[in-house]
């Protein structure tokens, strides 16, 4: 991509890691046993799916000539979040849980590093809220980590 992309590219990158977070959390869900555990998941991937609808709907309605914009790629958080991680195969629920975390805050990262970009536009707001729900998101399963695992060490 080069040293800057175009906001549409970077709405697709921020679409796919919505829908990557979406089965992160339905997949953890189907794996822990904790009733709280699976309702908190379920919560937080039917966010990942409004936030994915709204970036959709950006993307179907934004006029080409804001997301033919290019953007610097050289923020920590632009750069970080087009840096796909993979969680392995053979995970444990807290494996889940951290890399979730680590997730949320690249997308934090990301969300908040577009928002100051494009300061002063309609975009300022919608990157703002996406920033704000991906915080409370990583505040969510800290809480859920630090609930299940770090009171059994």
């Known amino acids: 991509?080069?040293?800057s992309l175009t906001?549409?590219?970077a709405l697709k990158v921020a679409?796919?890691?919505e829908i990557n977070a979406y089965n992160l959390y339905m997949n953890t869900r189907d794996k822990?046993?904790?009733a709280g555990t699976k309702t908190m998941l379920k919560e937080l991937a039917d966010q990942e799916l409004g936030h994915r609808k709204l970036l959709?709907?950006?993307?179907?309605?934004e006029n080409y000539e804001v997301l033919g914009r290019s953007i610097p790629q050289q923020s920590q958080g632009i750069?970080?979040?087009?840096?796909?991680?993979e969680l392995q195969k053979d995970a444990s629920p807290q494996d889940v849980i951290i890399f979730?975390?680590?997730?949320e805050q690249k997308a934090f990262r990301f969300y908040s590093d577009l928002q100051a970009y494009f300061k002063g536009s309609q975009l300022e707001t919608l990157f703002s809220?996406?920033?704000g729900e991906e915080q409370q998101h990583k505040l969510k399963l800290e809480k859920e980590y630090e609930e299940h695992f770090m009171k059994e060490n």
Do not use: H, P, W, Y
């Not at 959709?56 to 309605?61: D, M, P, Q, R, S």
């Not at 750069?79 to 991680?85: G, R």
């Open 32 to 34: 822990v046993s904790n």
């Open 79 to 85: 750069s970080d979040f087009l840096v796909v991680s």
């Open 56 to 61: 959709e709907n950006v993307l179907a309605k």
């Open 7 to 9: 906001i549409q590219e």
């Open 15 to 17: 679409i796919n890691a």
């Open 1 to 3: 991509m080069g040293q």
């Open 100 to 103: 979730a975390m680590n997730e």
């Open 129 to 131: 809220n996406l920033a």
